[in-house]
């Protein structure tokens, strides 16, 4: 998978809390994570919408074409004090079932870690994206937290992701 990419997967992941629309967490040695409110309409209806559409993803990742790439299912894990989505990449399909590998380090998650290969639950499903020549497909959660950057932020993370967005 492309670093840069990598990168913006890393940089995208959202947890469920009880902050203010958006808010930024630095880690350590880590891409920031930006946190939302589970009762955020903007991004439930960026998760609905994901859902709704995942068969575009699925018959993507079917026709196996060449310039397709980067396909990654954002899911949503829970413990009883927190709801994290994390970003799964390297997608297969196995008897209808689709299986990854964990692709951000979980904040809150301990069960799982970065590199693990997991069976995904379909209903856990959040967001989805592949690139079609570059070109960002799904990623309706990414769109928004992107949206709700600053000009200043979204020129920069554009200019480190290298994709290009079909606004």
């Not at 955020?40 to 060449?66: C, H, P, S, V, W």
Request: proline content about 1%; aromatic content about 10%; some cysteine.
């Amino acid at each position: 998978m492309n670093r840069y990419i990598l990168a913006f997967l890393l940089l995208l992941g959202f947890i469920g809390c009880n902050s203010n629309r958006m808010k930024k967490v630095e880690r350590n040695n880590e891409p920031t994570i930006y946190l939302v409110n589970d009762d955020d309409k903007e991004m439930n209806t960026a998760i609905e919408e994901a859902r709704q559409n995942i068969g575009k993803f699925d018959i993507a990742l079917k026709e196996k074409k060449n310039r397709f790439d980067n396909f990654c299912l954002k899911v949503c894990f829970e413990t009883e004090e927190h709801k994290e989505h994390i970003w799964i990449c390297d997608i297969t399909i196995k008897n209808n079932d689709f299986f990854g590998v964990i692709n951000n380090l979980p904040e809150y998650i301990i069960d799982i870690n970065i590199g693990d290969t997991v069976k995904i639950n379909k209903e856990n499903i959040s967001d989805w994206m592949y690139t079609d020549n570059g070109i960002l497909k799904g990623g309706y959660t990414i769109r928004l937290l992107r949206n709700r950057m600053s000009e200043t932020e979204r020129i920069q993370f554009d200019t480190e992701v290298g994709i290009i967005f079909d606004e």
